[in-house]
């Protein structure tokens, strides 16, 4: 697989000199973020042929694909065109199955310009979107050619956004690194540096390196994300993704404690973290279970009647634990 190439720059001058002579060598088509443009409006100065675009989860479908690929031909892009994507999570996902389909994959720039997409979801060449079936049902594997990093962003950033960042943030601690979770926990919200998102980014490539296509260890980056996933589309994603994320971690925890003989004190501490950050703990479904069964069975590590759940033994220590849907259903909703 080709590796991600992530570089990270200390304010955006240092950014701009870069893109500058990038954009003049190879970006075809600029797509970014209408609110990032508001913010950094210095960011014109990138390309000529950008498109502003707002998007929000519940519009990261294939109309909105459609619309880039429509753009993408208007503009003649070709093949060994480079695309370039400048916002959050939801903009690269559709931005990036877009470039990964269009003509079988044109090249692929992300700025990532929120703390979630900048420690997750740029990294990894995974481009889903949503159906009515579920979240990320439709997607691709493409690794983009780099990923720009530039942590003067945040400083524009909504603090519920930041907070919904450190989720995804310390999952990769959960997965990896004690001494990541232990940062995270002590780390002003407004303090956020490169070093704790390069920590974070260093865990997730090491993993996607060993098995890019997602048939084991890759798994374990979905810790918290089969429930967040399921709270998202059953709150018709007004519950964001990162706090969905950590009610998932949270009763993922909790089911380690019995299944796997976790300590208490890591769930403990983690949902003392929720609420300082004032995220919720807990979430009441309205779907009915025969609804969220349905929504299960869509799941991708669902297979011959059992979902793969990642389950803690330790910080550091994920395992996958083989899940009667039934069962996961009584333990995480209604137990």
């Not at 995804?168 to 919200?189: H, M």
């Not at 003392?272 to 950050?277: A, C, G, I, T």
């Not at 009441?284 to 929504?295: G, T, V, W």
Request: aromatic share 8%; hydrophobic share 40%.
């Amino acid at each position: 697989m080709q590796e991600s190439n992530v570089q990270y720059f200390k304010n955006l001058n240092e950014l701009l000199i870069y893109c500058d002579k990038l954009t003049e060598d190879k970006i075809s088509r600029t797509y970014i973020d209408k609110k990032v443009l508001v913010k950094f409006p210095q960011l014109k100065q990138l390309s000529k042929d950008f498109k502003e675009i707002e998007i929000k989860e519940d519009k990261k479908n294939l109309d909105t694909v459609s619309k880039i690929w429509e753009d993408m031909f208007e503009k003649s892009i070709q093949r060994s065109s480079t695309v370039l994507c400048i916002g959050g999570g939801v903009l690269s996902d559709a931005v990036g199955f877009a470039s990964s389909t269009y003509k079988r994959g044109t090249g692929l720039v992300i700025i990532p310009t929120t703390l979630l997409s900048m420690v997750d979801a740029a990294h990894g060449g995974k481009n889903g979107i949503n159906t009515t079936h579920g979240k990320n049902q439709i997607g691709t594997f493409m690794m983009p050619d780099q990923v720009l990093i530039c942590p003067e962003f945040l400083l524009e950033l909504p603090e519920k956004q930041i907070k919904n960042g450190l989720i995804e943030l310390i999952k990769a601690g959960f997965l990896k690194s004690p001494e990541l979770v232990q940062q995270v926990y002590e780390t002003d919200i407004s303090k956020v540096n490169i070093e704790l998102i390069k920590a974070a980014v260093d865990i997730k490539n090491e993993i996607i390196q060993n098995d890019f296509k997602e048939s084991s260890e890759r798994m374990y980056l979905n810790f918290g994300h089969t429930i967040g996933h399921l709270i998202e589309v059953d709150s018709k994603h007004s519950i964001p993704h990162g706090e969905a994320v950590g009610i998932g971690i949270l009763k993922a925890l909790k089911i380690s404690e019995k299944m796997c003989n976790l300590d208490k004190n890591i769930s403990e501490h983690f949902e003392n973290f929720l609420k300082k950050l004032d995220l919720n703990v807990d979430y009441k479904f309205s779907s009915n279970r025969e609804q969220l069964k349905e929504l299960l069975l869509n799941d991708k590590k669902f297979s011959k009647d059992i979902l793969k759940y990642v389950l803690l033994e330790n910080i550091g220590n994920p395992v996958l634990v083989d899940f009667n849907l039934n069962d996961l259903l009584s333990e995480v909703t209604y137990a």
